[in-house]
């Protein structure tokens, strides 16, 4: 095999990088459905806590409601008891304060009904609570299943084209010097936005839109060495697509 020119290999690199572009995006994608899941998951867990809540609620409203029931129950015993003693009182001043006694005793029955009233509006109020709580839940349920299907066709079809976007990568680093090689290395940071390779748009290194000086345009233009933006140091390779097509 024929040394590769400086020319070809300048395009291999810039082919390279477009390779690793392409894997880095897929590996963010990657990153991104699992935290979607997370985001759910977690959802999910507060509405099941909800509704843990509203069923406590409930007991606790029913445990009242019972108490409140057996209230009412007393009362009505007492009341009677009273009217049973009633019948056997001759004296005035007995009958009238035994009349206060049941009256009172009226009193406490109509306030204890009316306790009772606001817990059957409140149990009401409740159970329509978690009715909801439980519909969000189901539909989150699903939700979660869908995402998660999704994600695990996602992830599969990501893992192929990985996998033959690898191969092609090996390919093109067999036609790159490994000093050269290795430099690229050294400067692709793509996570952090970071591209060893630019491009010249409109005499501007297109990583960092830093003016080429034109002794180093034509320099680039000839592809016979490596060039390299003197602002953000990326390797500036020319090529045709990119409009660098002027008059020099
Ligand atoms: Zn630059």
Redesign the pocket.
Known sequence: MNHPTTAQELDALLALQQIDIQIHTIHDSNKKLPKEIFTIQQSIATIKKNIQNFKENIQKIKSDQEKTKKEIEETEKIISRYKEQRKAINNEKELTAIEEEINYQKIEKQLLEKKAQTYVSDLKEENEKMKKEIEDLQLQESNIEKRDNHLKKLLESNEKNIKSLQKERKNIVQTIDSLLYSLYEKKNYLEKNQQAV?TMVKKA?S??Y?LIPSQKIIQIMRKEMLVF?E??T?IVVHTDEADDAYDI
């Open positions: 630019a290194c990583a960092c830093y933006c602002n953000c990326s």
